[in-house]
């Protein structure tokens, strides 16, 4: 069923999200304080703790928050299927919202308020103290008014998924675009933050990209001209031996 959102071209736009959610003003600029609540050492120190200090906690965290994602998905796409007597009209709706999403995220980078960070560092302190699972959890709950247009975008398109499955394997693919950096920086705290530099001073460009990602997806569905790239993304992705993408 290659005009699926949860599919092809779907799931990549999907994992670009989540990077951009990675990358985005209100996220980035605390991944080291998570970090180091998360490992249990000062940023500073990250490089000297040594991977087997680091890994173990970081994939804790990552699965913890992976998980609440994957189960907004699964709620959505449940959700979608008991409006689907009319599909038509779901899609069109659907469409309508994820570009209103991308629209509004790329307003957050010209009217301040809309994109202003939220900072639940309380909550989150006390989250770090229950270890990595509860911290992840504290994320991904914490972090959703902070990631909502993205996260928004992709929890609609899950709604018009196929199967509770393949909603789970879109937010999974989100949640690896927010993961890979995380992990990443985990491993190499002094070299991503020499990137992370330069990304702050291209905020406007991340946020453009990431805007335009969502309308793009919205205006896809919109259009049913997702069925013609899903179908080219299935043979090239078949290619590549990596056609479970198109399941």
Known sequence: MVADPASGVGVLAALAAGTVSFLSPCVLPLVPGYISTVVGVAPAELDRAGVRRVIGPSLLFIASFSTIFILFGLSATAIGS???QNKVVLERVAAGIIVALGTLYLAASLVPRLGREWHPERLLARAGKGGPVVAGAAFAIAWTPCVGPTLGAILTAA??????????????????GLAIPFLATSLAFNRMTTVFAAVKRHYGLVVFTGGAVLIAMGVLIWTNQLVVLNSEAQSGLSHLGIGFLNM
Do not use: T
Request: a neutral charge.
């Open 82 to 84: 008991l409006l689907v």
């Open 159 to 176: 709604g018009i998924s196929g199967s509770e499955g393949r909603g789970a394997l879109l937010l999974a693919f989100y949640s690896a």
